[in-house]
């Protein structure tokens, strides 16, 4: 067993862990910021790209503020995706392509607020669990 290790992982380990799991939402509000700025959303996109920072604050709510971020960036990837297709089926163009990469990306920024439920992240965040 490592020095310092505590339940068979030292604290090394518990780092990268951890940073493992913050990256999940980082990328995902990178992508988003990305989105918007492509469209020429500037706000959105400085929103998206500084929530990031909130990922250094351990507290409740930095967390839920991150989640409600990532489920609204996850209904705006479900519209785009919705608006894309909609032109691309009008157009007689391939489609399949569309749907799956975006429909990906979705998903990718669901999981990255689902993550926040980790109990490593509950730890961090202080989130407590419900009483009951």
């Not at 989640?67 to 608006?83: D, H, I, P």
Request: charged share 15%; net charge positive; proline share 5%.
């Amino acid at each position: 067993m490592t020095h310092g290790a505590v339940g068979g992982r030292n604290d090394t380990d518990k780092t990268r862990m951890l940073f493992a799991r913050l990256l999940l939402p980082a990328v995902a509000l990178a992508l988003l910021a990305a989105h918007f700025y492509r469209a020429g959303l500037l706000l959105p996109a400085l929103l998206s790209a500084a929530l990031p920072l909130l990922l250094a604050v351990p507290r409740p709510w930095a967390a839920r503020t991150l989640q409600v971020a990532l489920v609204l960036g996850a209904f705006e990837w479900l519209r785009t995706l919705a608006t894309l297709l909609a032109e691309r089926v009008s157009l007689g163009q391939p489609w399949l392509r569309l749907v799956l990469i975006l429909g990906s990306v979705a998903a990718l920024t669901l999981a990255a607020a689902w993550i926040f439920r980790h109990r490593t992240l509950k730890a961090r965040f202080r989130l407590a669990a419900p009483a009951g």
